[in-house]
């Protein structure tokens, strides 16, 4: 099975004033497409310096017109936040609009705090999830949409807008164990994790005997995101990765410390050597990387490398030139030794 190359990217705010920070990453995007990644999947955040895209739809609108092959996504759209029927119409034209490049991450958010901000009980926000997940799809593959569930109730409303994608674009989750892999699998979704190569195993061995497809046609994909600098040595990699990943840290904390309370399922260091020891992260030259990244392939089994290319307040040189050197020199020499599907 081959190995795809994808985006994942939270737009924390960086050094730069709004204006130029979004440009620069769509800048950045448009490198993306010219480099050859498959595709570029966007997180939602909120009411926080980790999320400067928090609506992911208008963002992806921007992406849908400055690039021509890179397909492009939410990893997550926070479900319980959204009326479905106004999600399922941002969903159509962004498919409509990209020539069908569309990809549909769904979840229920991982912050309770930024859930709570929006007046959702973060106690219901799974069987709101649930519920939103179900009324999108449906809504998706047909051209009129009735519901009645505990939290939506929709009774004959036209749908004047449908994917190109039929009966629905790819569908993207969030995966934290086995169990929820395996959930994921048996409708349809890719996933990806944020785990050190070895834990990856086992949520390989829940997914794909449970794989059943859905959606539009594609290869399902099994991933993990790593944070990546490159450079022309180890030594200035590394530097600037520390000093990226501080910043990045404190937005991702920034809510937690607000309301002096831990993080919700999971757990990172406060510097990025704990991701560099146990692998989430990544820095050094290409032939570095290049060696780093092969070993995790084979320990892990994964079919879909997530690159974190863009965290902090790495500038868009800093960040070119990591997208430079990894698809001149890393791409082209990695691929998984162990298929996936076995």
């Not at 769509?26 to 480099?35: C, F, P, R, V």
């Not at 966007?42 to 017109?65: I, K, N």
């Not at 999971?266 to 991701?275: A, L, Q, R, T």
């Not at 290049?290 to 490398?305: D, I, K, P």
């Amino acid at each position: 099975m081959a190995l795809t190359f994808g985006i994942f990217d939270h737009v924390d705010r960086g050094a730069a004033p709004l204006a130029e920070f979004y440009e620069n990453r769509l800048k950045l995007i448009e490198a993306y497409d010219q480099h050859g990644f498959y595709v570029y999947l966007v997180a939602e955040h909120h009411a926080t310096p980790l999320g400067m895209a928090p609506s992911p739809s208008v963002f992806l609108s921007a992406v849908a017109q400055r690039t021509k092959r890179l397909r492009f996504g939410p990893l997550v759209y926070a479900l319980p936040l959204y009326n479905p029927l106004r999600l399922i119409e941002e969903i159509c034209m962004l498919d409509q609009m990209s020539g069908g490049r569309f990809e549909f991450g769904v979840g229920k958010g991982i912050s309770p705090i930024e859930t709570a901000y929006y007046g959702v009980d973060p106690a219901q926000s799974e069987k709101m999830f649930a519920e939103a997940y179900d009324v999108v799809l449906r809504g998706l593959a047909s051209r009129t949409l009735s519901y009645a569930g505990e939290f939506y109730r929709f009774h004959e409303v036209p749908l004047e807008l449908e994917p190109l994608q039929k009966p629905h674009p790819p569908l993207w989750y969030g995966a934290n164990n086995p169990q929820s892999a395996a959930r994921a699998a048996s409708r349809g979704m890719s996933v990806v994790a944020n785990m050190p190569a070895g834990a990856l195993r086992p949520i390989g061995d829940a997914y794909w005997p449970n794989y059943k497809p859905a959606g539009a046609p594609v290869a399902p994909k099994l991933g993990m995101n790593r944070h990546l600098v490159l450079a022309e040595s180890d030594e200035e990699a590394v530097a600037v990765a520390r000093r990226a990943y501080r910043r990045w840290y404190a937005s991702f904390m920034a809510l937690w410390w607000k309301h002096d309370r831990p993080p919700v399922g999971v757990s990172y260091p406060p510097e990025i050597d704990g991701f560099l020891a146990d692998g989430r992260a990544v820095a050094g030259t290409p032939a570095t990387v290049r060696a780093t990244l092969q070993a995790q392939l084979e320990a892990s089994g994964v079919n879909y490398l997530g690159c974190r290319l863009a965290f902090g307040d790495l500038s868009l040189t800093e960040s070119l030139r990591s997208v430079e050197l990894f698809a001149r020199e890393v791409m082209p020499n990695l691929e998984p030794r162990r298929a996936a599907a076995e």
